[in-house]
């Protein structure tokens, strides 16, 4: 006889997954047991469910099909919500096993009883609970076949006394079925946009992921209209590498070059992007917006000509209907303050930047303690990371270094919370890449607050052979935060991180580790950290004070961080 536990656990290796996280306990110990006996499966515990929903977003990201994670009842599955949240936002097929307590008790407020369905009926596509065996399989291939259909999260809520009962004899195994095919947006639609464009007007592309499969038609379209192409975070990887048309980000992580190329347009072309800050599409354009869900057509800016479709499709019907143009002045313009600007960043990642004239001035300003540089710490792991690194990121100052100065070869992956902006995302999301295949690199760009807010599950790394490397960014703050208060004219306050020695923590955690404090250090320490075969963690002291200008700034926002500044000075004098 088969089990409903075993149905589901034999179910998922058959589609292919391959590591399952989560913390053991009560409800699920049918599950994790049939897992113990599948030997296609990898079981992953981690010290905390939260941990295991990131990692699984982050396989589901990677790989685009079904990651699964589990929580036992009641506290268990509600840490598992911050992480699915940004499966939720990512659009990552995720499936949660969730406990529950046995069936005599539900509705008794029984001890650590939650409702399942309704706590998770935000975040999940899909959320259900199995009240006998008869159900089975038909209500695992209904949660699957959401996540998978729906790119969303899947919640199947699983009883103490159900998952050891017996199934029928002689029933079908469950069948997971892929998404529909995508199509093209309707050729009325396509003929209306290509009108639009025309032959004269000055055009800009903004590109989200939703075009990472589009990347020859993207190229494409922009050589065809001579238009610079700003490329969304999350668009960084698949459509950085060999593209002359990219001017970088906008946004508070961006550059004046790629918000310069937006505000000079005269048409706006979104493919594939629900870049949420209204403040950096600017309006008074025509707007031709490609997305293959309706409901992101004109949530962000009023769009003229919607193309509700498969980016690649769509973009293959309407180049045909384009006439080429010779590369004029707002490439060529974008193009040239994009390069000078990127120069400009690498010089201030050099070592001995602080030792110039200009750097020595600069430097009395905001980084009197000579400390390293965060620019330099980017640009140091990209000069060591492998060609096809996978990447992840904290919310935060870490984002805007690597989104600036680390770029996406052909082969590099790209993860972090960027819709959601979940702190403490980093680490975790490592643990996930890692899992899929311990011999690619993977490197994790760690906020120090982030770090320690699940400071825990470095020990994962180490307990299942996850050779990560973790670079924290040291800089004894909450560096947005503190960015965020000074621009507002507030003096920085709460943002003061007390943090112990990271790499003495990590050393006794069982990871090697390293502390830099001196830039002559940095580049050995990062080619020795990258060159292991273990995980590791680099713990870089940085400058707190170092200033992300963003593509445009306010003069309110450039008086606010003047008094805040004053104000801070004043204080400490």
Request: net charge negative.
């Amino acid at each position: 006889m088969t089990t409903v536990a075993e149905l589901i656990v034999e179910a998922l290796a058959d589609h292919g997954v391959r590591s399952i996280w989560g913390v053991v306990g009560d409800a699920l110990n049918p599950v994790t047991d049939a897992i113990r006996r599948e030997d296609r499966l990898e079981w992953i515990g981690v010290r905390h469910e939260e941990v295991a929903a990131f990692a699984a977003s982050a396989q589901a990201q990677l790989t685009g099909d079904l990651a699964v994670c589990m929580g036992t009842v009641g506290p268990g599955s509600i840490h598992l919500l911050n992480g699915l949240y940004d499966a939720k936002k990512s659009h990552a097929p995720v499936l949660a096993i969730c406990g529950q307590v046995p069936l005599p008790e539900v509705g008794t407020d029984f001890f650590q009883e939650v409702d399942n369905n309704r706590l998770f009926s935000d975040v999940a596509v899909f959320a259900e609970t199995v009240t006998s065996a008869e159900q089975m399989p038909q209500l695992l291939e209904r949660a699957v076949n959401a996540a998978i259909g729906g790119r969303g999260v899947a919640v199947l809520t699983l009883p103490g006394d159900i998952g050891g009962l017996d199934v029928a004899k002689g029933i079908l195994p469950p069948r997971f079925v892929p998404p529909a095919h995508p199509a093209a947006a309707s050729s009325a639609a396509i003929q209306a946009a290509a009108d639009a464009i025309g032959a004269d007007a000055k055009v800009t592309m903004l590109v989200g992921c939703g075009a990472r499969t589009a990347r020859e038609e993207v190229i494409a379209l922009a050589e065809k209209l001579g238009a610079p192409m700003v490329l969304t975070i999350k668009a960084k990887e698949g459509l950085e590498h060999d593209n002359p048309y990219a001017v970088g980000q906008t946004g508070l992580i961006g550059n004046p070059a790629a918000t310069d190329a937006m505000d000079d347009a005269d048409i706006l072309v979104l493919v594939g992007t629900d870049f949420p800050y209204r403040d950096w599409i600017p309006g008074g354009k025509t707007v031709i917006q490609l997305d293959s869900r309706a409901a992101h057509i004109g949530r962000r800016t009023a769009v003229t000509h919607p193309l509700v479709g498969d980016s690649q499709a769509t973009l293959q019907a309407l180049l045909p209907l384009l006439s080429s143009r010779e590369s004029g002045r707002h490439l060529e313009k974008a193009q040239s303050h994009y390069d000078e600007w990127m120069k400009a960043q690498r010089r201030l990642a050099e070592p001995g930047h602080d030792e110039t004239l200009l750097g020595r001035l600069r430097s009395k300003a905001d980084n009197p303690d000579e400390l390293i540089r965060p620019e330099a710490v980017a640009m140091a792991v990209d000069r060591h990371a492998g060609p096809d690194t996978i990447f992840t990121s904290d919310t935060g100052m870490s984002t805007v270094w690597l989104a600036r100065l680390v770029p996406m070869s052909n082969n590099r992956r790209l993860l972090g919370s960027f819709n959601l902006g979940s702190m403490a995302n980093a680490m975790p999301m490592a643990l996930g890449a890692q899992a899929l295949d311990r011999n690619r690199q993977v490197v994790a760009f760690c906020g120090d607050g982030g770090l320690m807010m699940l400071l825990g599950d470095l020990r994962t790394s180490v307990s299942y052979n996850l050779p990560a490397t973790f670079v924290v960014f040291n800089n004894g703050r909450l560096g947005m935060v503190k960015l965020e208060q000074e621009q507002g004219g507030l003096q920085e306050f709460g943002t003061v991180l007390d943090n112990p020695d990271l790499a003495a923590v990590a050393t006794a955690m069982g990871l090697s580790a390293r502390r830099v404090t001196d830039p002559q250090d940095l580049d050995g320490a990062v080619s020795e950290a990258l060159a292991s075969r273990g995980p590791y963690l680099l713990d870089v002291v940085t400058n707190p004070d170092e200033i992300a200008v963003p593509g445009r700034t306010k003069p309110s926002q450039a008086w606010g961080f003047a008094i805040a500044k004053a104000k801070e000075h004043i204080v400490s004098a």
